[in-house]
């Protein structure tokens, strides 16, 4: 399962953790984690790309973990893009539900 954690106060964004696999099919069938990797890849480029927001990230070489975490408040157009992360975590929820994936907020 793919336990994915936004760390969020009011309307400011602390960052994203994304852990584990979703186990929907086997290793290069699972949609699933797939489409996960791709929002979570493209969410960090982006926010690279087209923001000044400095921020920290971890990841495991084999896969199966990212974190973002922001340095600082971020500004409109990472929450932006953030808020399009999550949209997207939650769209991928409710398709394929809590037995592969599960999606917490967490006060920072």
């Not at 009011?10 to 984690?33: K, P």
């Not at 990472?78 to 992360?85: E, F, Q, R, T, W």
Request: include cysteine.
């Amino acid at each position: 399962m793919i336990q994915f954690r936004v760390w969020k106060s009011e309307q400011q964004y602390g960052g994203f953790e994304s852990r584990g696999h979703a186990g929907y099919a086997q290793e290069g069938w699972d949609i699933v984690c797939a489409a996960v990797s791709a929002l979570v890849i493209n969410a960090v480029n982006s926010i690279e790309a087209f923001t000044e927001d400095a921020f920290e990230t971890e990841r495991a070489v084999d896969g199966g973990y990212l974190k973002l975490r922001f340095n600082g408040n971020p500004g409109e157009r990472a929450a932006l893009l953030m808020d399009s992360l999550v949209l997207g975590i939650e769209s991928i929820q409710a398709e394929y539900g809590d037995e592969y994936i599960t999606l917490a907020f967490e006060e920072v």
